[in-house]
């Protein structure tokens, strides 16, 4: 069986179509040559969304002010789930301050907040940091392992 995903390249969101049995070997992007699967957040801006969103991973986003303590504490774990979700969820962070827009089309209403998208769609949110077992905790309960 000849299994491929599609993945949306974090540097310049073309998409790649990467065979299931490649994902481990640092694919690289058709288009831009850089990795495809990252195993740190990459920052999601205003553009880039309606293309990071697509694809066969899940898309976390973790939307974050300058500002908040509460964001700035969490990046950490942000960090650390997506070493342990590389090649099974892709991970971004969204500054809201620098993407009103987005963020306003997201309807942002706290920070942090995560929210998850599968398949183009948001398909769960949460509002408020928490810690890495309760993240992946939280992840898995809507279908993502790593
Ligand atoms: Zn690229």
């Given at each position: 069986m000849?299994?491929?995903l599609?993945?949306?390249?974090?540097?310049?969101?073309?998409?790649?179509?990467?065979?299931?049995?490649?994902?481990g070997?640092?694919?690289?992007?058709?288009?831009?040559?850089a990795?495809?699967?990252?195993?740190?957040?990459?920052?999601?801006?205003?553009?880039?969304?309606a293309?990071q969103?697509?694809?066969d991973?899940?898309l976390?986003?973790?939307?974050?002010?300058?500002w908040?303590?509460?964001?700035?504490?969490?990046?950490?774990?942000f960090?650390?789930?997506?070493?342990?979700?590389a090649?099974?969820?892709?991970?971004?962070k969204?500054?809201?301050?620098?993407?009103?827009?987005?963020?306003?089309?997201?309807?942002i209403?706290?920070?942090?907040?995560?929210?998850?998208?599968?398949?183009?769609?948001?398909?769960?949110?949460?509002?408020?940091?928490?810690?890495?077992q309760?993240?992946?905790?939280?992840?898995?309960?809507?279908?993502?392992?790593g």
């Amino acid at each position: 069986m000849t299994d491929s995903l599609v993945i949306p390249c974090p540097h310049c969101n073309g998409l790649n179509r990467i065979p299931a049995e490649r994902l481990g070997d640092q694919p690289k992007c058709g288009r831009c040559k850089a990795e495809v699967l990252l195993s740190k957040p990459f920052e999601l801006k205003q553009g880039d969304h309606a293309s990071q969103i697509k694809g066969d991973l899940p898309l976390l986003v973790d939307v974050w002010a300058e500002w908040c303590g509460p964001c700035k504490s969490f990046a950490p774990v942000f960090e650390q789930a997506a070493t342990r979700l590389a090649g099974h969820c892709r991970l971004a962070k969204l500054d809201s301050d620098a993407n009103p827009q987005l963020s306003s089309q997201l309807a942002i209403r706290s920070i942090p907040s995560l929210i998850l998208f599968k398949n183009g769609r948001e398909v769960a949110r949460q509002s408020g940091a928490m810690p890495l077992q309760q993240l992946l905790a939280w992840l898995e309960g809507h279908g993502v392992q790593g």
